[in-house]
């Protein structure tokens, strides 16, 4: 261990004297600033802090334990993907009259741009905030302490920053040939600063405060790893009854040591702009797809959820930006679960992460598979861990028809039909080998032996073929448009004929041979009956007499998991209504107050009552979760079939998990387990609210948007404001009373087409009504055309 010492004299009076200067005070920023206070018994759970190129994961009591699965013991502490940085820090203060640890946090703030935790001594006369945030395309992040005297007489403390260096590879690392090695820290005189080095690597970690230190040592780490410790003592003098500020720059690089002192310059010299910039680009976002309903829960839940969908976007230089997967385990890139949160992404006008993802997928999709089939997983490094499950390519064809809608951009679609093109030749020709049309393969459920012909998949690459079908159409290729339609039509009908299930009133969960559901079954027993679910047992046993009393030599279909995807073709809008409904109110058995279960099987009958938290495994699994993926998907299959209400009650469940661990997000697992922020959550209550709720269904490419509300029964006053479709925005007011419905719409384009349909209601006079286009309207619908910027319907 090494230890310098400055002048004792000078520093003191550098620091005891800048008391009169100006300090840089971020707190001031705060000020009238949206935050949600976290819950004391969760003070020991993770949040987060994030920007496009770093994040900080640590606890909100204000400690950084090692926590994580993926890399084990790695996950927290604060990233520059493709490298971590630090396991965290440490703080505290001396007084004379003791030791003050700034690690037991009393409270936790989130913001949108950041969060703050409030300390407080023992004997209450020190009180300290730690505010911190990472800016928009930095490698760094700033944190501020202000430490309040609340005494009556002058103080003298010793403030001292332990960081804990952790320069590793993100997960795969070793295939891209980034290999770990020991730590080695300097001290820089000219920064007042702790630079550290990976001795194998150019990987760098600057961190420093804005004040000279009295003093400065070096220790081993207490974590696991490679990393080194250093501290950094400072004197600080405070008057009774003020304050002061303490502000640390930590500043990364994987290419060099420059690059990680330009970052730091940039943090030090732009101390409370950098913050500002961010706080007002937090506030634009809120104002984009502004949602204002009866339910405010439910309203803070939509608002938070824009912001979740910001901090989620990573950014690799050398390899792209996208949206990652979920916080702290899945910080990279996947496919599926892009293809299900960028629908939502366009809703809220989050658009730029949308074009830049897909970019991402298509073009690493091609360097690795080159055949259409689009990949599962990849780290930041660029490794791909998984080049792709079944659904993921169909799921692609469909997401970009999706955006293409939003944006009605032909050259858009140009780029990526291609990729539509040859994966849905590789669909159907690689892994149809019986040529039904159903493609065999894994989809959703990662379970064991789940990859015959699933109907995820079977639902996902029927929407796909009328997508397509769709976009060739818009493209001028009719003849591929006839064909693909025709498959769409042939899989519509088989998934009805044959996916169905009178005996269950369900789709099955898949369809394969005796031999393969036998085993199916008997791994499904093992789990029912070690989490204690007799029900499941009993129908699992009867399923199985039925079988074996009744072979049969080819595949057919089976209902054993009830896992959510037995849901999709609702999802899709493949179900005729009869078997929509039937299937919707199956469905229902399989709820708990968060949510749907991912695994039906794993439902018991307290499940309905059981408020408490998720208890997952010590080794980290989804068994017996209720997620908020299968909730969203049933929301949006029961607006699919007019039933808004249902819908609702589906948002409702999962908003009863909005801030309830984490304050200002919704866990991946209901309520309080797996991935604190999720990507596709913002899926589950974008498209049920803009598309669904208030009926937006965009055609830009027309300059058309057709607005057909489905409002729950209870929103009688409610508000969508700022939806982007293409250059138009529009902003729809609707409210209803006992004799009347008043539909409100504005948008930016006068030039834009506005087809409004609304229900019918009996006695008015339709025909003499301002837009009313007959032609259009069906016995239900009065159909309503427009060309103007206001719209103001009144029935």
Known sequence: MTRKLFPLLVVSCLLSCSKNLKEPNIFSNLTGSTFIEGKEEYLGSPYVTAGNRVYMVGHQDGSFPQLGWHIKDEMGGIWNHPIKLMDGFDARISTPSGNFPLNKAI????????????????????????????????????????????????????????????????????RTNMIDNADKSTYLEDLAAWQVKDTSNPWYVLYGSDKTPQSYSQSNSDYDGKGISNQLKYSIQIDAHDERYLNFYIAGSYKDLQDAKD?????????TQLLQEKKERYESLSKMSKLTIPDKDLQAAFEWLKYNCDWLVRTVPEIGTGITAGIPDYPWWFGVDSEYALKGYMAI??????????ELLDSVSKAVNGNGKIIHEMSTNGSVFNDGNINETPQFASLIWEVYKWNGDTSFLKKYFPTIEKGLEWL??????????????????????????????????????????????????????????????????KINDVFWSEAYESYADFIGTDQQSIHLIEDAIIRADTLDKPWAVQELENTKKQILQNPSNTPRAFVVHHNWVVNTPMEMKIADSAKAIKALNTAEKFVNPFGVFVTGIDRDASAGSDDGSFKGSKVFSYTGAVMTLPTGVQAVA??????????????????????????????????????????????????????QFFGIKPLASEKKIIIEPNMPSTWNDASLENVNVGENEISI???????????????????????????KTPGLDYENMEGYNSKKSTETKAHFTFIKKHVALKL
């Open 263 to 271: 970052t730091y310059g940039i943090l030090k010299s732009k101390t």
């Open 428 to 493: 159907m020709l690689e892994n149809d080998a019986d040529g039904n049309l159903f493609p065999d393969g894994f989809g959703m459920m990662e379970i064991h032996g789940l990859d015959s012909e699933m109907i995820d998949v079977a639902s996902y690459t029927q929407r796909a073929f009328g997508d397509a079908s769709k976009m060739a159409l818009e493209l001028g290729k009719d003849s591929l448009a006839v064909i693909y339609a025709e498959k769409a039509r042939l899989l519509k009908t």
């Open 638 to 691: 029961e607006n699919n079939y007019g039933r808004p209400d249902k819908a609702l009650n589906y948002l409702k469940r999962m908003t009863r998990t909005f801030s309830y661990a984490l304050p200002g997000s919704i866990y991946e697992v209901s309520p309080d387990y797996g991935m604190m922020t999720q990507a596709w959550n913002i899926y589950s209550f974008a498209v049920p609210i803009v598309n």
């Open 733 to 759: 007011y609707y409210n209803k009373t006992i004799d009347n419905l008043e539909l409100r719409i504005n948008q930016t384009k006068p030039d834009w087409k506005l087809e409004v349909l609304l229900p």
């Open 107 to 174: 409270k936790f703030e989130n913001y949108p741009f950041g969060n703050k935790h409030t300390f407080i001594s023992k004997d209450s006369s020190i009180l300290v905030e730690r505010f911190q945030f990472v800016p928009d395309d930095i490698q760094g992040i700033q944190i501020s302490y202000k430490i309040k005297n609340q005494g009556s007489v002058l103080t003298n403390l010793d403030f001292e920053f332990i960081g804990h260096s952790d320069l590793r590879p993100t997960w795969l690392g070793e």
């Open 349 to 358: 006008g989050q658009t730029d992460p949308v074009y830049s993802t897909i």
